[in-house]
């Protein structure tokens, strides 16, 4: 396999699912082509101005910063539903309609589900 | 041989994902290098001393697995996190774990192993709900 999609749909800091979506993500990063796709309720983790600290667990926006590499593209539909459409989110990352975000999935050489 | 890996996500009795990825691997060993790995719940899928009332006890399933050749690893974070400690000193007096809570064949591993299994692997299939 040459291509990993990881796909998240789950939101952050409620469980473990986007901590562990992103650790499986950046350590695959060595090896192959790696896409994170938030889907659903993982669009919360685009949200800009995170602040974890009240809760005692890593802010996982400053992963995604410190990541830059990393490839992570948002269900633009699944932002509007929620009303973050126009809300400011993290800079780096990619919004795709709902035909891009299941072409990327389909490119790639597997998806893994968290 | 062409190498399949499963990953699953979730513990035991939840689901019947542990169940599924047991069939699948012993399907395919033979035809393939079977590697599975277990990421967050899944990690108390090969705990020792399970005994399900209504359901296979899926963690002599997962070590007849390994016994049979497939490769079983847990990811050591998620394993830490719930009680389940690797210990290097194990494996080097022969144990087939090398975590005394787990069933023996199956390892408690970096996570840089799945990303491993996933680049040498010509089919992936993910279980999670």
Do not use: W
Not at chain 1, 8 to 23: R, V
Request: aromatic share 10%; hydrophobic share 40%.
């Amino acid at each position: 396999m040459e291509s990993v999609f990881y796909l998240l749909d789950t939101a952050p800091y409620g469980s473990e699912k986007a901590f562990g979506a992103l650790n499986a993500a950046v350590v695959s990063l060595n090896r192959m082509s790696v896409t994170l796709g938030l889907y659903g309720d993982g669009v919360y983790l685009a949200a800009a101005g995170q602040n974890s600290r009240k809760l005692g667990v890593p802010n996982l926006a400053d992963i995604l910063y410190a990541y830059g590499e990393l490839k992570v593209t948002v269900h633009e539909p699944s932002l509007v539903k929620r009303g973050l459409f126009g809300e400011t989110l993290i800079e780096t990352l990619e919004l795709t309609d709902e035909v891009d975000f299941f072409e990327a999935m389909e490119n790639s050489d597997c998806v893994i589900l968290l | 041989m062409k190498t399949l890996t499963i990953t699953l996500t979730d513990g035991p009795y939840v689901s019947e994902y542990a169940e599924i990825a047991c069939k699948l691997a012993e399907n395919a060993i033979g035809r393939y290098q079977v590697n599975i790995f277990l990421y967050l719940d899944a990690v108390h899928i090969p705990k020792k001393g399970q005994n399900p009332s209504f359901f296979t006890n899926a963690g002599e399933l997962f070590s007849r697995l390994a016994e049979k050749g497939a490769v079983i690893r847990a990811c050591a974070r998620c394993a830490a996190a719930r009680g389940y400690l690797a210990e290097d000193e194990l494996t080097n007096e022969g144990n087939e774990s090398n975590c005394r809570d787990y069933y023996p064949g199956i390892k408690i591993t970096s996570l840089y192993e799945l990303s491993e299994m996933l680049s040498k692997s010509d089919r992936v299939i993910s279980l999670s709900m």
